[in-house]
């Protein structure tokens, strides 16, 4: 089928995608993101039938890294605003679309660029670290990016007697202090929903249930779920650890759960919470992706120099094997001109 078919000229709302059947809109996705050269990027809390077409599916480091390093010439992301944001600052040439704009993350608008500027304020010494689930604008006032698979290496990046404020999650900032025994780290108050959410009895529910499953819980948690788990790791970690044991009870999102449980069927894992569901991730369905592709909407755009600023940060993360060392005032004063400085592995 070629794409001049009728088949697939844009229908002309989005109601017109929901009638549509799920071959027919997985045979329009796929004609339209090869017409348009595009890639989908899925993260791992996706709907199995995104996650199905998407080409890279993974966590937040693994998406962020294959956004910077793509051919394509449009990027569609199914995930939350604050992934589509990332890609768009590191390719700045390529078109970022989203299926659903209203798809935030509640934990990322916990903290605005001017509310941190004023803690800076207050701590012109330390160093900010922004957990990826944040803002452009917020990436953009940090030293270095992080996410749940590098947290703890970040902060070791650090000097040891340098403070750091750590922003928006207080749960991955206690894990990060606990880890690195560092009694320097400033929390931000802010949490994420869905992992906050579960509770020590779901855990000893679920192990009683499953004596001889390992558990296996996201840093977003609460410390003492953190503790009483068998491992903590990022969403990557817990499909690495589904490869490798047959009975895992799993502390995040039920997106991940189900996709494991799907693509082995002779192993058991078990939600550590039914209730571990992040509606904001969901609200992108097979018919939002045909339909964005279609109308190449809705393109993720942002202000050039908290681009560039954020880029800083987010690259430092990137290129972490070189370590990290405070801007020099040579630095700082060529990225507010716009030059991107040498040496932070930008392209
Ligand atoms: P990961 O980076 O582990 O995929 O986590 C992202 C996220 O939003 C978790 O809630
Ligand atoms: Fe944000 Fe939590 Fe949803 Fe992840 S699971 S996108 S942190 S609300």
């Not at 969901?282 to 560039?308: C, F, G, M, P």
Request: hydrophobic fraction near 40%.
């Amino acid at each position: 089928m070629s794409i001049a078919s009728p088949l697939f000229s844009p229908l002309p709302t989005s109601l017109d995608y929901v009638r549509l059947s799920g071959d027919e809109l997985v045979e329009r996705i796929q004609a339209r993101k090869r017409h348009l050269n595009a890639v989908i990027l899925g993260h791992n809390y996706q709907r199995t039938e995104i996650q199905d077409v998407s080409d890279f599916l993974g966590d937040s480091l693994g998406l962020s890294q294959e956004a910077a390093d793509t051919d394509a010439d449009v990027i569609v992301f199914c995930g939350v605003h604050f992934m589509a944001e990332t890609a768009k600052v590191l390719s700045p040439g390529k078109r970022v679309l989203m299926p659903d704009l209203r798809a935030g993350c509640p934990m990322a608008d916990f903290v605005t660029g001017t509310a941190l500027r004023r803690l800076m304020d207050q701590h012109p010494d330390a160093a900010v670290v922004a957990y990826v689930n944040s803002t452009a604008e917020v990436k953009a006032e940090a030293d270095i990016c992080c996410t749940s698979s590098n947290a703890v290496r970040v902060a070791c990046s650090i000097p040891d007697d340098q403070p750091i404020l750590f922003v928006p999650d207080k749960n991955l900032a206690n894990y990060v202090a606990e880890q690195t025994g560092r009694k320097n780290i400033i929390a931000w108050e802010g949490y994420c929903y869905v992992h906050d959410d579960m509770v020590m009895e779901e855990l000893d529910r679920a192990r009683a249930a499953h004596p001889g499953a390992l558990v296996v819980v996201h840093p977003e948690a609460r410390s003492e779920l953190l503790e009483a788990a068998d491992a903590v790791t990022s969403t990557a970690g817990m499909v690495e650890m589904a490869e490798e044991h047959d009975e895992l009870i799993i502390g995040t999102e039920r997106g991940l759960v189900d996709r494991l449980a799907q693509r082995y069927p002779h192993k058991t894992f078990v939600p550590l919470s039914g209730a571990a569901i992040c509606g904001n991730m969901k609200l992108n369905t097979l018919a939002k992706l045909a339909w964005s592709l279609d109308h190449e909407q809705y393109e993720v755009t942002l202000d050039e120099d908290i681009r560039v600023r954020a880029e800083r940060s987010l690259r430092r993360m990137l290129d972490l094997s070189g370590g990290w060392q405070a801007p020099s005032d040579e630095e700082r004063r060529l990225e507010l001109a716009g030059v991107r400085p040498h040496g932070c592995g930008c392209a």
